[in-house]
């Protein structure tokens, strides 16, 4: 039996932590009007709990990096799950908003101790190059599965029961992830350092990185709600950005960084998180739009526009069961830069969308080639950003990942939906938004598809298959 076989149910137990991080973030999409109806909230609020999980996860990434590479994945992954399963209790029987907003901002807090983590327990379980290549591309796909997934049953199980049955999800998977977790892999793997070698935990920086990414993750999606110039946008955006670059100067005179600023230097690995921060401001794009305009514009359902993106996870899943054997064959660069172009191409249909557009001709198409390209692009991006690293600082890379994950959404979303506002009809602007995005996305497949300057030092950190690519380059010639 080979090693990925007999490490299957650990791998997928892991897979599926990831995707309902992912899955937990789109849990409110669909029924957050039901929820402000209930707790009688205005836009401020709702904004708040919109972004709540969000802000936290992405905030304290870095740190859960750092402390998953100090203590180890297994160890991480335990107190993750066991504080996303208690908040996500929590959430579901919330007596009011507070109690509500304050147990999303813990779901996000578990969630950043456990992406990280889980990375890094696939890395002890694949250690093989090959292996963790392929496990990558799996894992890649993982996300945006969940994103679909939330989107999906919460408008069904909102319609049907009630929103606070969705957190019985997260609440399932932290409990089996807890039993289970004694079948993984010890947390402290060979050729970890031992506890004097290990990285310091730099809080100066995490609390810096931390402050800094949610004051600006807030100030850009309260600008969809205040607009550019009110100061409940400037004032965040303002001082968030002023705290990153606090904290670049402080890792520049760390002595052991939060984020090394060299690990942002190798353009592969930068070109990767772009493709994944692009690829996921897209794919979020879509499902606020049209769920938005189906309901708002047409007079749809919930249950309707849940049903209205059952194509888009039918071509997700079929795209990502391939995306993986593709990489394999022909390379992490090629299925990103391809990924990305259709899934450019799928924004380029939608932003043909008006008031009047038929689902069969004027949705459908951009519904099935923008999953396509997308669970192809994360696969390849995947692989990119994480190839190289050593096993020490596979939290460190799993951080980063994750937070350009959450930034995409956020940051991508925050501007396309204030270029959106600034056209006349509400759904030219939604036209428009996707029209940028679409373009944003082109654009990232050219940098990625751009050849990478070959030195000894990026030889090893970023070529994913060399072989691979030699063989194809001497078969196409």
């Known amino acids: 039996m080979s ?11 892991l897979g599926g932590v990831q995707a309902t991080l992912i899955f937990t973030i789109m849990i409110l999409s669909v029924p957050l009007p039901l929820v402000a109806r209930e707790f009688g909230l205005g836009p401020s609020g709702v904004l708040l ?29 335990r107190v993750g799950l066991a504080l996303l399963g208690t908040a996500s209790i929590a959430c579901a029987l919330a007596p009011g908003y507070p109690v509500l907003l304050a147990s999303r901002f813990a779901q996000g807090v578990g969630a950043a101790l456990a992406a990280p983590a889980a990375v ?31 989107n999906l049953l919460s408008g069904a199980v909102a319609a049907w029961v009630s929103w606070r049955w969705l957190f019985a999800v997260p609440v399932l998977v932290a409990l089996v992830g807890l039993v289970r977790s004694g079948s993984l892999p010890p947390a402290e793997p060979a050729g970890r350092p031992s506890a004097v070698g290990r ?11 931390a402050a800094g990414v949610c004051a600006a993750s807030y100030g850009l999606v ?23 670059c606090a904290f670049a100067a402080v890792e520049r005179h760390t002595a052991d960084p939060l984020l090394p600023p060299g690990f942002l230097a190798d353009r592969r690995r930068a070109t990767a998180l772009a493709a994944v921060m692009a690829t996921a401001a897209g794919t979020a794009l879509t499902f606020l739009l049209l769920a938005l305009y189906l309901q708002q514009v047409r007079g749809w359902g919930v249950l309707a526009t849940s049903a209205a993106f059952l194509p888009y996870a039918a071509a997700l899943l079929t795209a990502g069961r391939l995306a993986g054997p593709l990489t394999a064959r022909y390379g992490a660069v090629a299925v990103t830069a391809g990924g990305l172009a259709l899934a450019a191409a799928g924004l380029g249909l939608l932003a043909g969308l008006a008031p009047g557009s038929d689902y069969a001709t004027g949705l459908l198409p951009g519904l099935l080639l923008l999953p396509t390209g997308a669970a192809t692009a994360f696969a390849g991006a995947a692989v990119l950003a994480t190839a190289g690293v050593p096993p020490e600082r596979t939290g460190l890379a799993a951080g980063v990942l994750n937070t350009a994950m959450e930034l995409g959404p956020t940051a991508g979303v925050a501007a396309l939906m204030a270029l959106a506002a600034t056209r006349p009809s509400v759904v ?50």
Do not use: C, N
């Open 49 to 77: 709990l919109s972004a709540a999980y969000g802000l936290s996860f992405s905030a304290l990434l870095l740190l859960g990096g750092r402390l998953t590479d100090r203590h180890g994945g297994r160890r991480l992954l």
């Open 222 to 244: 309260a600008s969809t709600d205040h607009g550019w110039r009110s100061p409940g946008t400037l004032l965040p955006l303002a001082a968030g950005l002023a705290l990153l």
């Open 428 to 477: 030219g602007g939604y036209a428009a938004a996707f029209a940028a995005a679409g373009t944003a996305l082109a654009l990232t497949a050219l940098a990625v598809a751009m050849p990478a300057r070959v030195t000894p030092e990026t030889t090893t950190e970023t070529d994913t298959a060399p072989e691979r690519t030699i063989q194809i380059k001497e078969h196409l010639s």
């Open 3 to 13: 090693v990925a076989t007999a490490d299957r149910p650990g791998f997928a137990l």
């Open 120 to 150: 890094a327990v696939v890395r002890v379980l694949r250690p093989g190059p090959a292996e963790y290549r392929r496990a990558m591309a799996a894992w890649g796909g993982l996300s945006v599965l969940g994103a679909t997934a939330g």
């Open 199 to 209: 990285p310091g935990l730099d809080l100066p920086g995490a609390a810096l990185a």
